[in-house]
């Protein structure tokens, strides 16, 4: 199978071509290895290949994709017996015991691993940067970040190694990289794809797993192939009434649709984000939906306050857990994430449980304004993505970050109000996509608008509770409408 073939399809058209042996599995994998081949030295999406397994890996008959590649992301998809890296040195060893729940229905489904793409240090950023695997790189414009955590799953993708690839969202890290890099980015509600069976919830409920993909097709036939409780899950999600393919085929009824550009946490949205979205609600109208300019009531800073209580917490046991059960030193870890650990070791636990009770009062707010709207649209993304290297902290930062190591003054900056200015500064950029996880709900980013440079800009719809389907089902009825497939052909050249 020709690079230039293989490059025409998504993984649903992969998938029939070789269940009507028009083309062989082997050929597929292959393509899509002389694919990386030929771009991820550019991009360093791939951070472990798997090429040799992935040509000779077994896969089920007559499942959704059989045969076709997808590649895991280097965060909690673990596989048995190979490394699973979080982007962490302290990591580097670690070796899973047995496959998670997200990787043996990919392999049910007819999967076949391709290798695992690169992530920040424990998934930790909103650019893929680690000092392990060094920096991922955009397709559109290389000197630009795909985002994170799951950046290196969204370059791999957008460059056309794969139609699709393992991504996971714990404060936006399947949205932001895909408002980035051009695709379509959707995140489950809670519960709808099971973490097990080394974790119940992933971030106390914050995260799940999904992928990205350039088509909302992909998208609705993995999350059939994912959803679904496994034993011993804390709890069960409704399924819906019809599978998330055959709703497809369904066109969504007239929404109410509420519309905001302004950041939840006062900060500056940049004029493109902010003109795709009103592109979008004028698409929107032209469609029969109803476009109403309205805002969840929520406290801005008290939801950026709580969820970098759940960062610090998550990332102190994160380096807990390294330093206990693999040996990690101190050196292992980079100097963002010691700093990120000692807030969390010394935020008290009542503050702690305070904090994670509020994500009861945002997910209440939310369902007021879910009673008058079916849907919210918003930008993915607040900026354009930075270029490489612009968001590392600053030497001055680093200087005060190593005092306060060496003082362990966490309480006092707990005590301080800097925790304020920790979460503008490192939220700034991104400020519309925590609110879906604190409160569990579902939310997409659709690939809609294109600067005049040609970059990408994605716009971000969010649905109540177990509202996977409607948002399918638009942004099945957005592609139609607007496609985005052709935007691809200047990448096939251009990396």
């Known amino acids: 199978m020709k690079q230039s073939e293989y490059l025409r399809y998504d993984a649903v058209g992969l ?11 082997e050929a597929v994998c292959a393509a899509a290895i002389a694919r990386a081949d030929s771009v991820n030295a550019t991009l360093n999406a791939i951070c472990h290949p798997q090429f040799e397994q992935a ?20 965060l909690a998809q673990e596989q048995a017996g190979v ?10 060893a670690y070796v899973a015991s047995q496959d998670s729940e997200f990787v043996r229905r990919s392999r049910a489904a007819g999967l076949v691993f391709l290798g695992r793409t690169a992530t920040p240090e424990f998934g930790l950023k909103a650019v893929t940067e680690s000092t392990l695997w060094g920096p991922s790189r955009n397709p559109w414009h290389t000197d630009l970040t795909p985002g994170g955590s799951s950046g290196g799953a969204a370059a791999a993708v957008a460059a056309g190694i794969v139609p699709m690839a393992g991504a996971n969202d714990g404060g936006g890290s399947i949205r932001i990289p895909a408002a980035y890099t051009g695709l379509f980015g959707l995140k489950p509600s809670r519960g709808r794809v099971p973490a097990g069976p080394l974790a119940a919830e ?22 059939d192939a994912l959803a679904g409780a496994a034993a011993g899950d804390p709890f069960t999600i409704a399924p819906p009434a019809r599978s998330y393919t055959a709703d497809l085929q369904r066109a969504p009824q007239p929404l109410k649709i509420g519309v905001f550009t302004a950041s939840p946490y006062g900060t500056a949205v940049a004029p493109e984000c902010i003109a795709a979205v009103e592109q979008t609600a004028r698409l929107l109208a032209d469609l029969g939906h109803e476009v109403e300019y309205a805002q ?7 939801l950026a306050r709580c969820y970098l209580g759940l960062y610090f917490g998550e990332v102190a046991v994160a380096v807990a857990r390294a330093r206990r059960e693999l040996g990690a030193r101190r050196r292992d870890f980079e100097l963002d994430t010691r700093l990120l650990a000692l807030l969390g070791r010394s935020m008290p636990v009542p503050d702690y449980v305070r904090r994670r009770q509020q994500w009861n009062d945002f997910g209440r707010a939310l369902g007021d304004f879910f009673k008058r709207f079916d849907l919210y649209l918003s930008p993915t993304t607040a900026q354009m993505p930075a270029r490489i290297g612009q968001l590392d902290s600053p030497a001055h930062l680093r200087l005060a970050a190593r005092l306060m190591l060496l003082l362990r003054a966490g309480r006092l900056v707990h005590q301080s109000g800097l925790v304020d200015e920790i979460a503008l500064t490192s939220l700034a950029r991104t400020p519309f996509t925590q609110l879906a996880n604190l409160t569990g709900t579902p939310a997409m980013s659709v690939p809609l608008h294109w600067t005049p440079g040609g970059l ?10 177990g509202g996977e389907s409607v948002l399918l089902q638009l942004a099945a009825q957005l592609e139609q409408a607007r496609p985005w497939w052709a935007q691809y052909r200047r990448l096939e050249q251009g990396v």
């Open 296 to 302: 969840p009531e929520i406290d801005g800073m008290s």
């Open 83 to 92: 490394r699973c890296t979080y982007g962490s040195r302290s990591m580097a």
């Open 202 to 223: 992933n971030w106390s409920g914050a995260s799940t797993d999904h992928v990205v993909t350039r088509t909302v097709r992909d998208s609705a036939a993995m999350l």
């Open 456 to 465: 990408p800009v994605g716009v971000q719809f969010g649905a109540a509770h």
């Open 55 to 74: 040509l000779v890996q077994p896969y089920p008959a007559g499942t959704p994709f059989a045969g076709v590649p997808l590649l895991l992301k280097d």
């Open 15 to 25: 998938a029939e071509l070789i269940r009507r042996d028009e083309v062989t599995a």
